[in-house]
């Protein structure tokens, strides 16, 4: 029987990196019209060699933040004009305070038309490639460090989340296909990768493949509805201007912006909808394994009294996770003295309100849902390990 489970696990593994394998080349990017053929920007690192004037001071009016000016000298690490030595002036405000000195790696876009020599370089930010590099592996040895065999393998599952976003959702969607029917397929691949490498298919892991399944569903069904209802969808976020922009750049399509504020939810709300399921689904096989004298109800009503104990903690994670995004929001508008009516009949707010909403009400329904197919699983006949 384990030698059974261990070739159906391992072909579940199989079949969804195959998957993925096969959505990255589907979803190979997109082709720019060419609206400019001559005008390009690079994005590029170079390194400070000299600081050749430093004229900033310290403006006390903005918490003591810097205004002025550097000149410094660089040279381009990487791209076609590696090599390359130039001056450049390195702006400083409030928004802005990347303040340089000799050795300093800096990133830059670097704009030319080919009809025209030479080009022109602007400061972007620092280099965070090591800082990046430093925050994932001190993230991988804890989880290694405490889960040992689960943590390596919740590594494994987190990229291949990270991938199937990465390099099928976003490209797919750049290719004009709707952003909801292309959310839901990586998730039924996430949560089938991620539960079968922490459990293999088995019941208990089945179960909560299941539960996951019907909570991201009906958590986007209540997103999509209450967005109806308030006539709000990814057309009023902030970056659907220039998510239109793009789509006029790309020949012969037209990018499905509206579906992106669902989507948004379901991927926000689908990590903590599978930790719901799987500690119901792990609770009630863990009793029924003890105990395999509990009926159905038994069984179901103990997957419930568990489940009522995480719901308060995991939907105000949840809720507070919302609303620490949106905290300057919340502050921009409270300082600006709108009326309670105002705040919620603003795009923003009721936006924020859904996502936390539908997220909560998928976490919430993970209990029931899972607690009542991992005990039907639980006492069918014939079903084992």
Same mark, same amino acid.
């Not at 022109?120 to 930010?125: K, Y």
């Not at 989880?143 to 099928?168: D, E, N, P, Q």
């Not at 892991?205 to 209540?222: D, E, H, R």
């Given at each position: ?17 195959? #998957?993925? @394998? ?7 990017? *997109? ?16 390194? @400070? ?6 004229? =900033? ?7 003591? #933040? ?9 040279? @381009? ?15 400083? $405000? ?20 080919? +009809?025209?020599? /030479? ?6 930010? =620092? ?18 460090? !405490? $889960? ?8 494994? /599952?987190? *990229?291949?989340?990270? *991938? ?11 290719? $004009? ?43 986007? #069904? ?40 669902? %989507? ?19 609770? !009630? ?7 395999? /004298?509990?009926? +159905? $109800? ?56 859904? +996502?936390?909403? #539908?997220?909560? @009400? /998928? ?9 009542? !197919?991992? %005990?039907?699983? *639980? ?7």
């Amino acid at each position: 029987m384990k030698s059974k489970n261990s070739i159906v696990s391992i072909t579940a593994v199989v079949i969804c990196l195959a #998957a993925l @394998v096969i959505g990255a080349f589907l979803g190979r990017r *997109a082709k720019p019209a060419g609206q400019n053929p001559y005008y390009t920007i690079e994005y590029e690192l170079v390194r @400070v060699t000299q600081v050749l004037r430093d004229s =900033y001071e310290v403006d006390p009016e903005t918490e003591n #933040a810097l205004r002025g000016s550097q000149s410094l000298c660089v040279t @381009v690490l990487t791209g076609r004009y590696k090599g390359d030595v130039m001056n450049v002036n390195n702006y400083l $405000g409030p928004m802005h305070e990347k303040v340089a000195k000799a050795g300093t790696v800096l990133t830059v876009t670097i704009t030319s038309d080919s +009809r025209e020599p /030479g080009y022109q370089m602007s400061i972007v930010n =620092y280099d965070f490639t090591w800082l990046a590099a430093a925050i994932v592996l001190i993230f991988a040895a804890a989880a290694i460090t !405490v $889960g040992r065999k689960k943590g390596v393998m919740s590594l494994f /599952g987190l *990229a291949y989340s990270l *991938a199937a976003i990465i390099l099928f959702l976003i490209p797919m969607w750049l290719k $004009g296909f709707p952003a909801i029917p292309l959310t839901l397929i990586v998730c039924v691949f996430i949560t089938v990768f991620s539960f079968t490498l922490l459990g293999g298919v088995t019941r208990k892991t089945v179960s909560a493949m299941l539960g996951t399944a019907l909570c991201v569903l009906v958590s986007g #069904a209540f997103a999509l509805i209450c967005g109806s209802i308030a006539r709000v969808s990814g057309m009023t976020m902030d970056e659907a201007e220039w998510l239109l922009d793009e789509s006029r750049t790309l020949e012969g399509i037209t990018l499905n912006v509206r579906g992106l504020f669902v %989507s948004g939810i379901i991927i926000s709300s689908l990590g903590a909808v599978m930790d719901v399921a799987m500690s119901i689904a792990s609770s !009630v096989n863990e009793l029924h394994e003890v105990d395999s /004298g509990l009926s +159905r $109800g038994e069984l179901f009503r103990s997957g419930m009294n568990i489940g009522r104990d995480m719901i308060g903690t995991m939907t105000n994670t949840l809720i507070l996770a919302f609303v620490g995004a949106s905290l300057n929001l919340m502050i921009i508008m409270a300082a600006a003295g709108m009326q309670p009516y105002q705040l919620i009949n603003n795009d923003d707010t009721i936006m924020e309100l859904i +996502r936390s909403a #539908a997220g909560s @009400v /998928g976490l919430i329904l993970a209990v029931p849902l899972t607690a009542a !197919v991992a %005990s039907a699983a *639980a006492k069918k006949t014939g079903i084992k390990q």
